[in-house]
């Protein structure tokens, strides 16, 4: 059976001119009233912002075969995803206007495997340390029992945005 999946995402241009015009939680803010566009990632593999709030964001998705490896359960990369996600932008909802951050690492531990029979899932990101060079996140994957799936921590690094 021949399968396929289709899909659309606006210009990521629009939301990545709006970084550090206002806070970190207003474009996050502005990003789930869809007030600006999701990042296209989000669209390729179905990852939806759920909840923003200071220093924590929630992403879900719906596992489905377009996310398996060749051994049948959800990849690693997809894991990776929304745990790097949620890490990331608990971090970028701390920012002050003028402000951004990237991604130094991240370290995942994977507990347990994800099939489309799972149901589904959140990455639930936090942020353990702020300073104001560096912070330091983790992001829980979780299933609708909310029993841990994966886990990660990620460093970032926070500077200043270059004036528009």
Not at 4 to 28: H, K, M, N
Not at 32 to 55: C, F, S
Request: glycine residues 12%.
């Amino acid at each position: 059976m021949e399968r396929s999946r289709t899909y659309d995402w606006e210009d990521p241009a629009v939301s990545a001119a709006a970084v550090g015009q206002g806070s970190g939680l207003e474009f996050l803010r502005d990003i789930l009233a869809g007030r600006l566009p999701a990042a296209p990632i989000g669209a390729t593999v179905g990852l939806a912002l759920e909840e923003v709030e200071h220093g924590r964001v929630v992403f879900s998705l719906v596992p489905g075969e377009e996310h398996y490896n060749p051994i049948g359960s959800m990849h690693g990369g997809i894991y990776a995803t929304m745990l790097d996600s949620a890490a990331g932008c608990a971090v970028q909802s701390t920012l002050p206007q003028g402000m951004g951050y990237t991604s130094l690492d991240l370290t995942v531990k994977f507990l347990r495997p994800v099939t489309a029979d799972t149901g589904k899932i959140r990455a639930v990101g936090g942020v353990l340390s702020g300073g104001r060079r560096t912070a330091l996140a983790e992001a829980r994957l979780l299933d609708s029992e909310d029993r841990l799936l994966a886990h990660a921590t990620s460093s970032c690094m926070l500077f200043p945005m270059p004036a528009a």
